[in-house]
T-cell receptor, first 110, second 112 residues
Framework: GENVEQHPSTLSVQEGDSAVIKCTYSDSASNYFPWYKQELGKRPQLIIDIRSNVGEKKDQRIAVTLNKTAKHFSLHITETQPEDSAVYFC?????????FGAGTRLFVKA | NAGVTQTPKFRVLKTGQSMTLLCAQD?????MYWYRQDPGMGLRLIHY???????AKGEVPDGYNVSRLKKQNFLLGLESAAPSQTSVYFC???????????FGQGTRLTVV
């Protein structure tokens, strides 16, 4: 079955710096890769997603890159702000299942 | 616009008791999922459904059962609760496989 590994588990950056979170997946048939943000005590919410026919997608300060050959995908947040502090989850869809990574807790220090 | 609603929000069970968690969505979504969230382990898929009357096992199905008798509802049952099932449970639904999953607000379950 699909397995998704996410690194790092914790990331601390200074406000204004960039943050990068990396994920790898095991199922080469996976073709949809969403990223979710979960603030403390809240439900996860989609922030960006990418499909396998695209190598990169950007939405304002966030971008996602996908390398299907290496089975890697990454989330990039530029010009980080304190409100970016949250837990971020990557995920991969193989078949009917969407499997999540273990999450990255991002701290943005003002 | 309610989206995905979970009932109850909090529950404390004694070991061996049973309970049912209800997930209701008003978006006419075909796909529904139950996840559990534990510290450091992310969201792990328990069971899922690809349409009314269908259910399938996810990554961690043992100790849980589900039913999808109506399209809008997905029930998660614990027949004999164990302390290892202490967790936050999230339900999610999506319209199509490669679209956003909408999550409920979560149910915090403690088994003592």
């Amino acid at each position: 079955g699909e397995n998704v590994e996410q690194h790092p588990s914790t990331l601390s950056v200074q406000e204004g710096d960039s943050a990068v979170i990396k994920c790898t997946y095991s199922d080469s048939a996976s073709n949809y890769f969403p990223w979710y943000k979960q603030e403390l005590g809240k439900r996860p919410q989609l922030i960006i997603d990418i499909r396998s026919n695209v190598g990169e997608k950007k939405d304002q300060r966030i971008a996602v890159t996908l390398n299907k050959t290496a089975k890697h995908f990454s989330l990039h947040i530029t010009e980080t702000q304190p409100e970016d502090s949250a837990v971020y989850f990557c995920a991969a869809r193989g078949g009917f299942k969407t499997i999540f990574g273990a999450g990255t807790r991002l701290f943005v220090k003002a | 616009n309610a989206g995905v609603t979970q009932t109850p929000k909090f529950r404390v069970l004694k070991t061996g008791q049973s309970m049912t968690l209800l997930c209701a969505q008003d978006m006419n979504h075909e796909y529904m999922y139950w996840y559990r969230q534990d510290p450091g382990m992310g969201l792990r898929l328990i069971h899922y459904s690809v349409g009314e009357g269908t259910t399938a096992k996810g990554e961690v199905p043992d100790g849980y059962n589900v039913s999808r008798l109506k399209k809008q509802n997905f029930l998660l049952g614990l027949e004999s609760a164990a302390p290892s099932q202490t967790s936050v449970y999230f339900c999610a639904s999506k319209a199509q496989l490669d679209t956003e999953a909408f999550f409920g607000q979560g149910t915090r379950l403690t088994v003592v």
